[in-house]
């Protein structure tokens, strides 16, 4: 297994396990880059070595049934092997899938990054449809435990994440939040002396053009200022506690949330195959994708940097940096005995930043 020891190496400066462990998660990055599957049978197959898949299959089980990644790890990791800045522009969003009976409901808190966000903290759920202001405050309080809060631009969400006590948590915790909100909910009307949907304060403007409303406003009898503006067929009407005239654009990098479900599922390594629904475990997949695409983030970025991707008619690039670096560092591990230097210098982007 001396073909994975630049990986090994690398992983030991960032996690303070033993040997065995380390050696382990760089067998199980690799498998995972090359079959591009959480499928864990078939990520034995594609383990380094010469043990059978049999064996490759038991200890990948014991490892999730008697190891617990931790989120914390997880996230000092991501603070290691990406440069995120200072400042961090926070997204809110939830994925869910159904496995036979079970729901599987994950709440996951990001950090918009380049075009897609990185997963620092996430929480599933035992249930279908949307979070309750309880655990979303509750996935916040793990962040301020973890993180400075300084360190927090703002933090985005769309309308599924509404709610007084929501509101009120993040501004008496100070935490700068662009939070959309739906067009019918009421909002004081100065002029009138009375209520009126949120819509009707921007029906009259000219599409895509932003307006503040002079003044805050009281919604759910909480002081915040309302921007918005006409898009097609609907208005994007947010709410936010802080610096009102960069509102809009800052909760339009929500977006980059959805790259990141497309990374964790279809566009790479197809999350929604799993059978692991056990909370634990789930947790600990998602934090072993989570250092992948970090990975392959860090490859991306280089590769884009020597030969930059093509820029598309609608402007935005021929393939996302995620799958520039999937798709050569797979390459690479697929012919780890061919491209040995090539190998080495993909590891190098995890032990500095």
């Known amino acids: 297994m001396t073909e994975l020891c630049p990986l090994i190496t690398a992983l030991t400066a960032t996690f303070p396990w033993h040997r065995a462990r380390i050696t382990f998660l760089a067998q199980f990055l690799v498998a995972l880059v090359r079959v591009r599957t959480v499928t864990l049978t078939q990520i034995a197959t ?46 809110l969003d939830r994925t869910n899938w159904q496995f036979g009976s079970q729901p599987i409901n994950l ?18 759920m035992d249930k279908h449809g949307a979070s309750n202001s309880c655990e979303r405050i509750a996935l916040l309080k793990h962040v301020l435990c973890a ?26 915790q100070r935490i700068p939040f662009r939070i959309r909100i739906t067009r019918n909910i009421l909002i004081p009307n100065p002029s009138a002396s009375s209520e009126m949907a949120a819509f009707r304060f921007f029906q009259h403007d000219r599409p895509g053009e932003a307006r503040l ?38 909760y339009a990098r929500r977006w980059e949330i959805e790259p990141l479900f497309g990374c964790l599922k279809r566009r790479g390594f197809n999350l929604e195959d799993t059978h692991l629904t056990i909370p634990e475990r789930l947790n600990t997949l998602i934090g072993l994708l ?14 884009h940097e020597r030969t930059p991707l093509a820029i598309k008619k609608h402007t935005r690039r021929a393939h996302s940096l995620f799958r520039y670096g999937l798709d050569r560092l797979r390459n690479i591990v697929l012919n780890l005995a061919a491209k040995e230097l090539e190998f080495c210098w993909a590891t190098f982007f995890l032990s500095c930043t």
């Open 46 to 91: 594609a383990c380094c070595g010469n043990t059978m898949t049999a064996s490759n299959y038991r200890r990948i089980q014991r490892f999730f049934q008697e190891f617990s990644l931790t989120r914390t790890q997880v996230a000092a990791a991501v603070m290691q092997w990406l440069p995120l800045g200072e400042k961090w522009l926070l997204c």
């Open 107 to 124: 709440l996951v808190l990001a950090v918009a990054y380049h075009g897609v966000a990185i997963p620092l903290l996430w929480m599933g």
């Open 147 to 172: 993180f400075d809060r300084k360190r927090i631009q703002c933090l985005t969400a769309d309308r599924e994440f509404l709610g007084t006590e929501w509101i009120k948590f993040l501004k008496r």
């Open 213 to 250: 409303l002079p003044r805050p406003r009281r919604v759910w009898g909480l002081s915040v200022f309302v921007v918005g503006m006409r898009i097609k067929n609907d208005y994007l009407i947010v709410i936010t506690n802080t610096a009102p005239e960069t509102a809009l654009k800052d």
């Open 290 to 303: 989570t250092l992948a695409l970090c990975w392959c983030l860090r490859v991306g970025e280089w590769l």
